[in-house]
Nanobody
Framework: QLQACGGGLVQAGGSLRLSCAAS????????VGWFRQAPGKEREFVST????????SYADSVKGRFTISRDNAENTVSLQMNSLKPEDTAIYYC???????????????????WGQGTQVTVSS
C-alpha cells in the first residue's frame, strides 16, 4: 500500500513537502510518480523518479519549482513543492510501478499501485 501525506493549505509563493510511503512493498524495485487532479479536470502527470533516484522528470508546469527525491532505505519518495501557485491546487497522488526498467514513466496507466491522495490548496 502507498500512503501519501503532507498536503495542506498554503498561500501563493509558499512551500509544501509531500511524502509517499510504501508498506508491504520494497520501493527500491519501483519507479514512482506523482500525479494530481484538480476539480473538473483530468488527472495529470507532475513528476516521476526512477528506481535508483538517478533519473527524474517533471511536467513543464512545475519544472524549476518542484523537486522529487527518494530514500529507498526508508521506503519513501518526497515531492518538495516551492513557489506554489493557485493553479497547483489539486489532490496529489503518488503511484508506483514495479519494474526492472531503469527509466521513468510519465503516463498514469503505466502505474500499478496508487495512494489515496492528499489535498493541496494554494490561496491567492
Amino acid at each position: 500500500q502507498l500512503q501519501a501525506c503532507g498536503g495542506g493549505l498554503v498561500q501563493a509563493g509558499g512551500s509544501l513537502r509531500l511524502s509517499c510511503a510504501a508498506s508491504g512493498r520494497t520501493f527500491g524495485n519501483c519507479a514512482v510518480g506523482w500525479f494530481r487532479q484538480a476539480p473538473g479536470k483530468e488527472r495529470e502527470f507532475v513528476s516521476t523518479i526512477n528506481r535508483s533516484g538517478g533519473i527524474t522528470s517533471y511536467a513543464d508546469s512545475v519544472k524549476g519549482r518542484f523537486t522529487i527525491s527518494r530514500d529507498n532505505a526508508e521506503n519513501t519518495v518526497s515531492l518538495q513543492m516551492n513557489s506554489l501557485k493557485p493553479e497547483d491546487t489539486a489532490i496529489y497522488y503518488c503511484a508506483a510501478k514495479a519494474t526492472t526498467f531503469m527509466g521513468v514513466f510519465r503516463s498514469a496507466p503505466g502505474y500499478d499501485y496508487w495512494g489515496q491522495g492528499t489535498q493541496v490548496t494554494v490561496s491567492s
